[in-house]
């Protein structure tokens, strides 16, 4: 998913914005039950729901949520207005985009690929991350016990973009979490950095230690 594509999404996309094949949904929630053969699950205007321990390929929408539940496995997952959820010890082969929404990763998820979005709260709790986190003006929780491989990069807005507030983003990377690669900010950032967390390089931003298990405040 292009990350030009930021602030104002419309929320009535035209058919030509996925490409879809035979059986594949237009509008409407998808559902995705366990047992059934694996296939991709997408769809324009609905929101899409992978049951625990079911098993999908591509999972697509553009106005519309993600759920993959606990255990189920994916190859990707992309949404352009929705957040999405992995649970519990699910499992993404490749990569997690969303634009205007935001990403959690329960504990033991993992997600093979690059993680990004352009507005929305990214959390990780006790989860992995194979390819690295991108966001421009979302939050960025790394929580205890979790793993990024690949960095972290809060970029500028790219393009045309409107933004009616000045919000700073919060990042926090939690005790026991270990970010493998340099983490690089383009714009102001609140960086919150557990004393008994791991890091690659910092740039753009000034860490702040703090003890136990949230920063202050």
């Known amino acids: 998913m292009s990350k030009y594509v930021l602030w104002l999404v419309p929320l009535l996309a035209s058919v030509g914005c996925v490409k879809f094949d035979g059986g594949e949904h237009v509008n409407g929630a998808?559902?995705?039950?366990?047992?059934?053969?694996?296939?991709?699950?997408?769809?324009?205007?609905?929101?899409?729901?992978?049951?625990?321990?079911?098993?999908?390929k591509k999972v697509e929408t553009v106005n519309g949520s993600i759920s993959l539940g606990a255990r189920a496995t994916a190859d990707s997952l992309?949404?352009?207005n929705g957040a999405v959820m992995i649970g519990e010890g699910a499992r993404v082969g490749g990569d997690?985009?969303?634009?205007?929404?935001?990403?959690?990763?329960h504990q033991g998820a993992d997600?093979?690929?690059?993680?990004e979005n352009v507005n929305g709260q990214i959390t990780l709790e006790a989860a992995h991350l194979g390819g690295g986190i991108e966001t421009v003006a979302g939050d960025i929780t790394v929580g205890a016990d979790s793993r990024v491989d690949g960095g972290i990069a809060?970029?500028?807005?790219?393009g045309f973009s409107i933004s009616f507030t000045k919000k700073v983003p919060v990042v926090v990377i939690g005790p026991g979490a270990v970010i493998r690669g340099p983490l690089k900010f383009e714009r102001d950032?609140?960086?919150?950095?557990?004393?008994?967390a791991t890091t690659g390089a910092i740039t753009g931003a000034t860490?702040?230690?703090?003890?136990?298990?949230?920063p202050p405040g």
């Open 111 to 115: 997600v093979g690929g690059k993680l």
């Open 30 to 56: 998808v559902s995705v039950a366990a047992g059934e053969p694996a296939a991709d699950a997408t769809t324009i205007n609905g929101g899409i729901e992978v049951a625990a321990e079911a098993t999908a």
């Open 96 to 105: 997690v985009s969303t634009v205007n929404g935001a990403v959690t990763l």
């Open 78 to 80: 992309e949404t352009v």
């Open 189 to 196: 950032v609140k960086l919150w950095v557990s004393d008994r």
């Open 207 to 214: 860490p702040v230690p703090f003890s136990g298990g949230h």
């Open 154 to 158: 809060i970029t500028r807005a790219q």
